[in-house]
C-alpha cells in the first residue's frame, strides 16, 4: 500500500455510539472482509468491530507480525501474534482457551486479530464438488445443503478473482470439479516441489482398489490463494459470461508489490505467516475497498451481546467490550447500531456469542453440527536427499478418493504432501538436532551432514477426512469458564464418528503401501499418551485439527431444521446474518476457505437487496 493510499478508518467508540450504521460486522476475517467490500462499495456505511489488535493494515504492521514470529520459541499456528487475554485464541485446540469436554478434543485452531484465520491458513482453495451437496440424500450421512454446486460456482468464481487463486483448471475438471466452458484460474498453478516429484515418480501407474472401485493414487496440484504467475487467458467472470481482463495479483506485478506481496518464494513456514505476503490474507480484501471511508473499523472490541427487539424479534444493537490494554481487564461497554447485522467471527465465536446473548434458535441447533477435518499424519524418510524444506508447504497430493461409491461406508478424503518436514507430527527438525547434538554428540561438518541426510529426507503424508454434521457435536456455553473480561469461552463437546474412522483406518493402510512403493522407512508411531488418541480395530490412533471449523448455525430449508437459510440470513431475526463455514451443511474433503468466500458474496447480494428496500 502506497503511503497515499487511504484504507478503512479506525475509530474510537465515541464515534461508533454516535453512528447509524447501515451494516454492522462482527470480525474482520475473510468473510466479514468481503462482505464489507460488497457493501461500502455500494455506498452503505459499514461498521467492523474486531476483537483483536490492529488498528492499521500497513506493512509495518505485518512485520511487527514476522519479528513476532521469528523470536517465538514455540513456533504453532499463533505464534506470529502475542497472547491476547481479552480475545484468546486456540493454540492447538488441546490446551487453553477451549473447554473440551470430550470424548475427542477438536484440536485445531483460529487467530482472533485483524484479518482472521487467514493470517495463518495454509492457503489450499478447493472447490467442493457436487456430491458433497447431497450427502443425506445421496449417502444417508450428515446433512444436505439447501442449494447446489451450479448455484453456488457463480460465487465460486468471484471468490477466486478475490483471493487470486492459481491453479489448473483442467486438472481440476479431471478430478471432477466442474466448471464452465473457457473458465481458468486467475494464476497459473505452483509446480510441484523436487519432493513432490520424487513421490509422483514413485507413484505412477500405481492404483488401489477400495469397495470394488480401482482408483489412481496418481498426483495432482492443489489451487491455492497464493500468488504464481498470471494466466493470460484468464477472464473475469460475470455469473455465467466471461470478459477480457488481466489478472494482476497483488504481487511483483503491482505497482508497490513489497507492501502487497510478491510472488510464492518457496517458503516453508505458510502456516503460520509468508514473510514475503504471497499469500492471500483478509487485510488485501480491506486493502482494496474502492470507497474505505465508508468502512469504519474498531479494534480491541469485543462483542459480548446481540440485542433482540422484543416486539419485532429484529436485531437493535450489537453490545461491546473495548479494551485499552490486552493484559488488562479494564474496558468500557458500547454500542453499535445498525439496520444489518452479520456475524463474521467464525463457526465457533458465532454460536458463542449467540447463545451468551440467550437467541438459541427455533430449531435449538445453535452450536450443534460442529465439524472439522480430522487430518492422520503418516511420515517416513525417503532413501535420497528430495529438498525437504524447499517450496510452499503444501503443492501436491492424491485427490481421487474425494469422490465414490465407497462414499455408502467411509469418508472421503484427500492426501497432501508436506514440504516441511515432520514438524505437524511432533518429531521434526527440532527432535534431529537435538538427538545429533545431545545422543550422538556430532558437531561441525558430521553435525550438518546429519541434519542434511535426516531432514532433507523426510517426508510426511496428510490425510484430510470428512466429517459429516452431527448433533452431538457442538459448542456450548458454561458461566464457570469465562475470559479474563468476563465474556464466555467456548466449551467443545467432539468426537469422530465410525464413518470416519473407517477412513482413518483406510488411510493408515494406504500410506504404507504409497511408503513401501517408494522404498521410505515409515517412522509413523500414535503415542497413547496423546490427548487426541484413540484406539478402533484394535488399532491405535491420533488425529490432528484442520482448523476448517463448520456447521454451528447451519442452512437449511426451514426454521426447524437450521439456523440460517440460502441466503445465510436467520429464520429468527430478520436483519441478522450468520456468515462464514458455520452456516455449511457439509465440507466434503475440501478445505473451507473458499466456500465460506463464496458463500459471502452470495450473501452480500441479499442483503444489498434488503437494504435497498
Known amino acids: 500500500m502506497s503511503p497515499s493510499k487511504t484504507t478503512v478508518k479506525s475509530v474510537n467508540c465515541e464515534t461508533v455510539s454516535n453512528t447509524v450504521y447501515d451494516v454492522v460486522i462482527v470480525g474482520?476475517?475473510?468473510?466479514?472482509?468481503?462482505?464489507?467490500?460488497?457493501?461500502?462499495?455500494?455506498?452503505?456505511?459499514?461498521?467492523?468491530?474486531?476483537a483483536g489488535t490492529g488498528k492499521d493494515l500497513t506493512l509495518k504492521g505485518f512485520q511487527s507480525h514476522l519479528e513476532t514470529f521469528y523470536g517465538a520459541v514455540n513456533k504453532n499456528s499463533n505464534s506470529p501474534?502475542?497472547?491476547n487475554p481479552n480475545a484468546l485464541s486456540p493454540t492447538d485446540g488441546l490446551y487453553g482457551y477451549f473447554e473440551?469436554?470430550?470424548?475427542?478434543?477438536?484440536?485445531?485452531s483460529y487467530t482472533r486479530v485483524l484479518g482472521g484465520t487467514t493470517m495463518h491458513w495454509e492457503g489450499k482453495t478447493i472447490r467442493m464438488l457436487p456430491d458433497d451437496f447431497q450427502l443425506r440424500t445421496n449417502y444417508g450421512q450428515g446433512l444436505d445443503w439447501p442449494i447446489s454446486y451450479e448455484e453456488l460456482q457463480p460465487y465460486y468464481r468471484q471468490a477466486e478473482y478475490e483471493i487470486g487463486v492459481s491453479g489448473n483448471t483442467e486438472e481440476q475438471k479431471n478430478l471432477g470439479v466442474p466448471f464452465i466452458d473457457g473458465y481458468v484460474l486467475p494464476?497459473?498453478?505452483?509446480?510441484?516441489?523436487?519432493?513432490?516429484q520424487k513421490v509422483g515418480e514413485g507413484l505412477t501407474g500405481k492404483t488401489e482398489e477400495l469397495d470394488c472401485e480401482t482408483i489412481s493414487l496418481e498426483l495432482s496440484t492443489f489451487p491455492q490463494g497464493r500468488n504464481s504467475i498470471p494466466n493470460p487467458d484468464y477472464k473475469r467472470p460475470s455469473f455465467n459470461r466471461l470478459r477480457p481482463h488481466d489478472f494482476?495479483?497483488?504481487?511483483?506485478?503491482?505497482?508497490?508489490?513489497?507492501?502487497?506481496?510478491?510472488?510464492?518464494?518457496?517458503?516453508?513456514?505458510?502456516?503460520?505467516i509468508c514473510p514475503v505476503q504471497a499469500k492471500y490474507d483478509a487485510r488485501k480484501t480491506l486493502n482494496t475497498i474502492a470507497f474505505p471511508e465508508n468502512v469504519h473499523l474498531l479494534s480491541q472490541a469485543v462483542a459480548s451481546e446481540v440485542e433482540i427487539d422484543p416486539e419485532t424479534g429484529r436485531v437493535a444493537a450489537i453490545h461491546y467490550k473495548h479494551y485499552r490494554d490486552k493484559n488488562s481487564p479494564d474496558h468500557t461497554v458500547g454500542t453499535a447500531k445498525g439496520s444489518l447485522f452479520v456475524l463474521a467471527a467464525g463457526a465457533v465465536e458465532n454460536a458463542k456469542l449467540m447463545l451468551a446473548s440467550n437467541l438459541?434458535?427455533?430449531?435449538?441447533?445453535?452450536?450443534?453440527?460442529?465439524?472439522?477435518?480430522?487430518?492422520?499424519?503418516?511420515?517416513?524418510?525417503?532413501?535420497?536427499?528430495?529438498?525437504?524444506?524447499?517450496?510452499?508447504?503444501?503443492?501436491?497430493?492424491?485427490?481421487h478418493f474425494r469422490q465414490g461409491a465407497f462414499r455408502q461406508n467411509q469418508s472421503v478424503f484427500a492426501m497432501s504432501i508436506h514440504n516441511d518436514g515432520w514438524g505437524w507430527s511432533g518429531t521434526g527438525a527440532s527432535d534431529v538436532v537435538r538427538d545429533a547434538i545431545d545422543n550422538?554428540?556430532?558437531?561441525?561438518?558430521?553435525?550438518?551432514?546429519?541434519?542434511?541426510?535426516?531432514?532433507?529426507?523426510?517426508?510426511?503424508?496428510?490425510f484430510m477426512c470428512e466429517l459429516?454434521?452431527?448433533?452431538?457435536?457442538?459448542?456450548?456455553?458454561?458461566?464457570?469458564?469465562?475470559?479474563?473480561?468476563?465474556?464466555?469461552?467456548?466449551?467443545?463437546?467432539?468426537?469422530i464418528p465410525d464413518y470416519t474412522k473407517n477412513t482413518i483406518v483406510f488411510a493408515r493402510q494406504l500410506s504404507r503401501k504409497i511408503f513401501g512403493y517408494l522404498g521410505a522407512e515409515d517412522y509413523t508411531h500414535y503415542n497413547d499418551n496423546d490427548p487426541a488418541y484413540f484406539e478402533y480395530e484394535g488399532q491405535g490412533y491420533w488425529t490432528r485439527g484442520g482448523n476448517h471449523f463448520a456447521g454451528t448455525h447451519v442452512m437449511g430449508t426451514s426454521p426447524n431444521n437450521s439456523i440460517v437459510n440460502e441466503n445465510l440470513r436467520s429464520w429468527d431475526h430478520e436483519n441478522l446474518y450468520l456468515v462464514g463455514a458455520g452456516s455449511m451443511p457439509s465440507i466434503g474433503s475440501a478445505n473451507t476457505t473458499l466456500t465460506l468466500a463464496a458463500l459471502s458474496f452470495k450473501a452480500s447480494e441479499n442483503m444489498l437487496e434488503e437494504l435497498n428496500k
Open 28 to 50: 474482520s476475517g475473510v468473510a466479514g472482509a468481503i462482505v464489507a467490500k460488497q457493501l461500502s462499495e455500494q455506498g452503505k456505511r459499514v461498521l467492523i468491530l474486531e
Open 81 to 83: 501474534y502475542p497472547k
Open 100 to 108: 473440551e469436554k470430550g470424548p475427542l478434543p477438536l484440536s485445531g
Open 187 to 196: 494464476m497459473l498453478e505452483l509446480p510441484p516441489s523436487y519432493l513432490d
Open 248 to 272: 494482476v495479483p497483488e504481487g511483483v506485478a503491482s505497482v508497490n508489490p513489497v507492501e502487497y506481496g510478491e510472488r510464492c518464494q518457496g517458503n516453508a513456514n505458510c502456516v503460520p
Open 360 to 399: 438459541p434458535s427455533t430449531s435449538g441447533l445453535m452450536g450443534c453440527h460442529l465439524m472439522d477435518h480430522p487430518y492422520l499424519l503418516a511420515w517416513a524418510l525417503m532413501l535420497e536427499v528430495t529438498g525437504t524444506m524447499r517450496g510452499p508447504q503444501v503443492t501436491s497430493g492424491i485427490s
Open 440 to 462: 550422538q554428540k556430532k558437531y561441525g561438518a558430521e553435525l550438518r551432514q546429519e541434519l542434511i541426510s535426516k531432514i532433507s529426507r523426510q517426508l510426511m503424508l496428510d
Open 468 to 495: 459429516p454434521a452431527e448433533p452431538s457435536n457442538r459448542v456450548t456455553i458454561d458461566p464457570h469458564y469465562k475470559d479474563q473480561l468476563g465474556n464466555y469461552r467456548p466449551v467443545i463437546h467432539f468426537d
